[in-house]
C-alpha cells in the first residue's frame, strides 16, 4: 500500500506563496506520473500539475507561470510552489500518483483570504 501525504498548506493572503509538500512511501521513481489536483466545496477536482515520467511536466492554464512542480527524488517529495494565490483559489489540494492504480492522499487545505 503507498502512502501521500501531503503537506504546506495554509491561509495566505492574495497574491501571496505557498509550497505545498507530497511525500511518498516509496521511491517516487517507480510512478509513471505524479501531481497535484485541486477540490474546491462544491466543485470538481481539477489538475494543476503533473510530473510524468520521462521529465516532461504538464500544467493548467490557469496556474501557468504561476505554479511550478518539482521532485526530490532522495526525498521521495513532489512538490507545488504557488505563487501569486488569486482568491478564487482556495481548495483542498491533493497529490495523486500513478502506477498500475492511482493513490491519493488526504490532502492538505489551502485557503486565499485577506
Known amino acids: 500500500q503507498v502512502q501521500l501525504v501531503e503537506s504546506g498548506g495554509g491561509l495566505v493572503q492574495p497574491g501571496g506563496s505557498l509550497r505545498l509538500s507530497c511525500a511518498a512511501s516509496?521511491?517516487?521513481?517507480?510512478?509513471?506520473?505524479m501531481g497535484w489536483y485541486r477540490q474546491a466545496p462544491g466543485k470538481q477536482r481539477e489538475l494543476v500539475a503533473q510530473?510524468?515520467?520521462?521529465?516532461?511536466?504538464n500544467y493548467a492554464d490557469s496556474v501557468k507561470g504561476r505554479f511550478t512542480i518539482s521532485r526530490d527524488n532522495a526525498k521521495n517529495t513532489v512538490y507545488l510552489q504557488m505563487n501569486s494565490l488569486k482568491p478564487e483559489e482556495p481548495a483542498v489540494y491533493y497529490c495523486?500518483?500513478?502506477?498500475?492504480?492511482?493513490?491519493w492522499g488526504q490532502g492538505t487545505q489551502v485557503t486565499v483570504s485577506s
Open positions: 516509496r521511491s517516487i521513481f517507480s510512478f509513471y506520473t
Open positions: 510530473l510524468i515520467s520521462g521529465g516532461s511536466t
Open positions: 495523486p500518483a500513478r502506477d498500475a492504480w492511482t493513490y
